[in-house]
């Protein structure tokens, strides 16, 4: 995968108010770091260059799964980006084996029982009470992926296996409803639908909590987001996550955040795993075929 980056930045110095232009063939772009995750490797690309009124500048984005665009950032320090680049992934078709070779599993709730028993006694035998200590930091990540593969893998499933939930996510979700496909198409490969709904399923960034509870609702007629006894702590959760992930435990400011004390993290795993044993005991007992 490469990174497109078109046009000219134009960045304002905070002090003089004095408007530099970046032109894009000052950016170099490489593969700076990644993170293994649920459905393969989460690639983060950078450019960073050296201005000699701005200071350092970067560019970043990251790409998870495969082929999708995450997230994207511009750090310009405490100037401010008038106008940015044009830029992000430049797409290429992929085959539809490349797509498919993810399996997934039966059993997404015992999975993720499992992830929050080991990583509970991970904190327990070895995290610290500051709130700045790396392990403790990983295990709060790890707990949030592990909500998102849960996501991810319950509502595939679910949903390969309704043919009245996949057909609802094609009614209903936009970009599935404008997919057009001519009958020798489908006559020359007959899972066509399937592939592409999956393709849609395994597109989707699963901490997106309103996204996700749209295709629950319409595929399975549950709203997540009612079960949830604190909204506003998984939101933020979420949010921490990415400062951890893509920041090293630092907010967009460079002010590094010393919230995850033990106490913290623990009390955050304890909320995303009854958050998930409402969604599973919800999804469980729905009327396949019916809402």
Same mark, same amino acid.
Do not use: M, W
């Given at each position: 995968m490469e990174v497109y980056c078109k046009g000219t930045a134009h960045i304002r110095h905070k002090t003089t108010g004095e408007i530099y232009d970046i032109e894009n063939d000052e950016l170099d772009w490489d593969a700076v770091g990644g993170d293994e995750r649920q459905m393969g490797p989460e690639v983060h690309y950078e450019a960073t260059i050296e201005h000699p009124e701005l200071g350092g500048l970067t560019w970043g984005l990251w790409e998870y799964p495969v082929g999708i665009e995450n997230c994207r950032e511009t750090n310009v320090g405490p100037h401010e980006v008038i106008e940015d680049f044009d830029y992000g992934l430049e /797409?290429?078709?992929l085959e539809p084996d490349e797509w498919l070779d993810y399996t997934v599993p039966d059993n997404p709730f015992t999975i993720f029982m499992d992830s929050y028993h080991h990583t509970g006694d991970l904190l327990a035998d070895h995290g610290k009470d500051a709130g700045g200590y790396l392990l403790n930091r990983m295990v709060f990540s790890h707990q949030v992926t592990a909500l998102e593969a849960y996501l991810g893998d319950t509502l595939m499933k679910e949903v390969i296996a309704d043919t009245g939930a996949m057909q609802r996510l094609?009614?209903?979700?936009?970009? $599935?409803?404008?997919?057009?496909?001519? $009958?020798?198409?489908? +006559?020359?490969?007959?899972?066509? !639908?399937?592939?592409? !709904?999956?393709? /849609?399923?395994? +597109?989707i960034l699963y901490h997106n909590l309103a996204k996700v509870e749209?295709?629950?609702?319409? #595929?399975?007629? !549950?709203?997540? $987001?009612?079960? #949830? +006894?604190?909204?506003?702590?998984?939101?933020? #959760?979420?949010?921490?996550? /990415?400062?951890?992930v893509h920041r090293n435990g630092f907010d967009k400011d460079g002010n590094e955040l010393k919230v995850f004390t033990k106490t913290f993290v623990q009390n955050t795993a304890d909320l995303i795993k009854a958050f998930v044993e409402d969604i599973e005991k919800a999804v469980q007992a729905r009327s396949p075929g019916e809402l």
């Open positions: /797409h290429s078709e094609i009614d209903q979700d936009d970009d $599935l409803a404008k997919e057009k496909f001519t $009958l020798a198409e489908i +006559s020359k490969e007959p899972g066509l !639908v399937e592939r592409k !709904v999956r393709e /849609h399923l395994r +597109s749209f295709l629950y609702n319409i #595929a399975l007629g !549950v709203r997540i $987001l009612t079960l #949830a +006894s604190d909204k506003k702590s998984l939101f933020k #959760a979420v949010l921490l996550r /990415h400062d951890c």
